[in-house]
């Protein structure tokens, strides 16, 4: 059992947070206004992108020696039409380089909230974790924590295979918006 501390209670929080209770973890939230304390070893950053980046600046000392997860999708929201990283860079880099003393992972970001909360892509498939990180013992806290949680998990590679899960998600969400398939659906990863 992990203790999970995961910042937003949005629908990508609560889902998260659904799969790790499901997968016997201790979880618990952290809105905007709350004190950062007592955190569990995993920290999930689901606020979006810009948010991210606020919260590792400010809690450095906090988050040091932490795994954290990032589930940012660093979409232009205004547009809809491309990243807000430079293209040989990801989101997940840019909070890496704000934690150095953190665990940084890449994941989430390439599920929907209705995916995580139903285990399913469009009720046929596995919803399946992707992440990345340079960090394997990370890696594998996380997937031992996802243990039991009906997900599954896939090592997608080092910290610089972010850009790619972002590009991924960020295709994903595009889709959706233009209902070309729908909030519910996705794509999966089969084995």
């Known amino acids: 059992m992990a203790a999970i501390t995961i910042f937003g209670k949005g629908n990508m929080g609560q889902a998260i947070g659904d799969v790790f209770q499901q997968g016997g973890n201790q979880v618990s939230f952290i809105d905007s206004g709350d004190p950062v304390e007592n955190l569990g070893s995993i920290v999930v950053l689901a606020v979006p992108y810009n948010a991210a980046l606020s919260i590792a600046k400010a809690n450095q000392a906090a988050l040091a020696g932490k795994v954290v997860v990032d589930i940012t999708n660093p979409l232009n929201f205004d547009t809809w039409d491309e990243l807000v990283v430079p293209a040989d860079s990801s989101a997940a880099a840019q909070i890496a380089a704000l934690l150095p003393d953190s665990k940084v992972v890449k994941a989430f970001n390439t599920t929907f909230a209705a995916t995580l909360q139903s285990r399913k892509v469009s009720d046929q498939a596995q919803t399946t974790v992707m992440a990345a990180g340079d960090d394997d013992a990370a890696k594998q806290e ?7 949680s009906g997900v ?5 590679g080092a910290l610089k295979r972010a850009r790619e899960l972002e590009s991924f998600g960020f295709l994903q969400m595009t889709l959706a918006a233009k209902e070309t398939l729908g909030w519910t659906g996705g794509f999966a990863v089969l084995k």
């Open 152 to 156: 599954a998990f896939v090592d997608a």
């Open 142 to 148: 996380l997937a031992d924590a996802l243990t039991d």
